[in-house]
């Protein structure tokens, strides 16, 4: 059962992860999302959530998307 909470959690999290990947000039590779999410201290309105999530609800946002 998923908690109430979880889906304006989840839907931060794609809206983090779009902007997240705005940043690029380009199409940016998977694999520069660790480095911005290994940012410490998380960058303010950009990379809250998204620091604090697993590898695995990362994965899961783009099919959201």
Known sequence: MVPRDAKPIRAIRDREL???????????????????????PPIPGLMETLHDADDRAIAESPARL
């Open 18 to 40: 779009v902007h997240c990947l705005g940043l690029f000039d380009r199409p940016a590779a998977w694999g520069t999302l660790p480095a911005l999410k290994a940012a410490e």
